[in-house]
């Protein structure tokens, strides 16, 4: 089959890289009984500044739009215009989705404690390569690669051009957050064929037809091929051995044949997991 991940990268993205994900019980369990993985748009994350400009960007490109404002007689069209930065982030915030990944051969405790919270969750291990070719795509709106992080109020290295494209704003990401090492893959908010609603349904006739927005989704379920995604499984630190087994026995029904191993970091501190992602999401709103 073609290979999609050459298709999609932004960036050089090594296609060869250990990549984790980290899951709560519940997010596994939902990964192998929907056999999709989860897909949330920008606006939920938890970094309030996932999609937007890096400040000194911003005002460069807003000073190009107040060069616009004096070529309209009417306020209305002026404040328009003012307004077009806003929007762009708003709607591209709206808009994209995103899977996010650790790139790195080792766990990290760290984020053992900020997205499983406790033992009973797995870490996942993969490729980027073999991401993005396990998924269901429909369209040609995918991109996979590295984050760049940067200090948002500092940074300067965007061009208008580029600043004003959503999907090479969704990688680039404040300081604050350069441990996680993300690697991500983005698409658009759309159910097209491969994808199921945020509560598992399959498309309606209406979204069969085409591609299908709403802002009332959080994000979406794209089908993944799990044997070709997934390459390991390991249960969280201080998982007990009726939890190692009751992992085993679901990835044995879910007819994967990957290895389930113990985490290598002997304990770590229990508590709530970030509220990075809203997942699993409300149902959605639209009819099905």
């Known amino acids: 089959m073609p290979d999609q991940f050459d298709r999609m990268r932004v960036g050089e993205p090594n296609p060869d890289a250990v990549i984790w994900r980290y899951l709560t019980f519940p997010k596994f369990v939902s990964l192998l009984t929907t056999r999709a993985l989860w897909f949330s748009k920008l606006s939920i994350l938890n970094d309030t500044l996932e999609g937007t400009m890096p400040e000194r960007v911003r ?12 070529w309209f007689p009417d306020a209305r069209r002026t404040q328009q215009v003012r307004q077009f930065v806003e929007r762009n982030e708003e709607s591209g915030r709206e808009l994209l989705v995103a899977s996010c990944w650790h790139a790195g051969t080792l766990e990290l405790r760290r984020l053992w404690v900020e997205y499983v919270g406790g033992n009973e969750g797995v870490a996942i291990r993969s490729t980027p390569r073999d991401l993005a070719n396990s998924l269901a795509v429909a369209h040609n709106k995918w991109w996979i690669g590295n984050v760049e992080y940067v200090g948002f109020e500092r940074f300067d290295g965007m061009s208008a051009y580029q600043a004003h494209q959503a999907h090479l704003r969704a990688f680039l990401k404040d300081e604050r957050f350069s441990h996680e090492s993300e690697l991500r893959i983005a698409t658009m908010n759309l159910v097209s064929p491969g994808c199921l609603n945020p509560d598992g349904s399959p498309p309606t006739e209406s979204q069969r037809s085409g591609l299908v927005y709403s802002t009332d989704r959080a994000g979406i379920l794209v089908q993944s091929r799990l044997p070709l995604l997934i390459k390991e499984v ?12 009751l992992i085993a026995l679901l990835v044995t029904q879910a007819e994967l044949r990957c290895p389930i191993s113990r985490s290598t970091i002997r304990e ?5 997991p970030r509220g990075r992602e809203q997942y699993p999401p409300a149902a959605s709103k639209e009819s099905h």
């Open 234 to 245: 390991r249960t969280a630190p201080g998982a007990s051995k009726w939890h190692c087994n």
């Open 59 to 70: 005002e460069s490109v807003r000073r190009g739009y107040r060069e616009m404002e004096e």
């Open 268 to 272: 770590c501190d229990s508590g709530s």
